[in-house]
């Protein structure tokens, strides 16, 4: 499976921007998309996941209520509609996806990853 992101950029602090990621490849091989994000000087982090069926969602506390995810399974793309941004969210934000069906937070428990796209929010 391919990843590749894109939709980011500059936004300003209260603002929106909508990520996608699209996959190709052997795309019926995973069950759960996710997002990650890395600020600069951090690790790594978990921002959301869902199924593949769009059942199960699940958002890391700090952009619940803020981001949200999706999954068009015609167009092989996800997507992370972030809404109210904060300078905090400034990252490159990944999407990764996992071969298993359990929704998983742990970078490790996914098999593929994007290349990543850079999300800066000026105050």
């Known amino acids: 499976v391919q990843l590749v992101e894109s939709g980011g950029g500059l936004v300003q602090a209260g603002g929106s921007l909508r990520l996608s990621c699209e996959a190709s490849g052997r795309t019926f091989s995973y069950y759960v998309m996710g997002w990650f994000r890395q600020a600069p000087g951090k690790e790594r982090e978990f921002v959301a996941a869902i199924t593949r069926s769009g059942d199960n969602t699940r958002y890391s506390d700090s952009v619940k209520d803020r981001f949200t995810i999706s999954l068009d399974n015609a167009k092989n793309t996800g997507y992370l509609q972030m809404n109210s941004v904060k300078p905090e969210d400034t990252a490159v934000y990944y999407c990764?996806?996992?071969?298993?069906?359990?929704?998983?937070?742990?970078?490790?428990?996914?098999?593929?990853w994007g290349q990543g796209t850079k999300v800066t929010v000026s105050s």
């Open positions: 990764a996806a996992d071969t298993t069906a359990r929704i998983q937070d742990r970078e490790f428990e996914y098999d593929y």
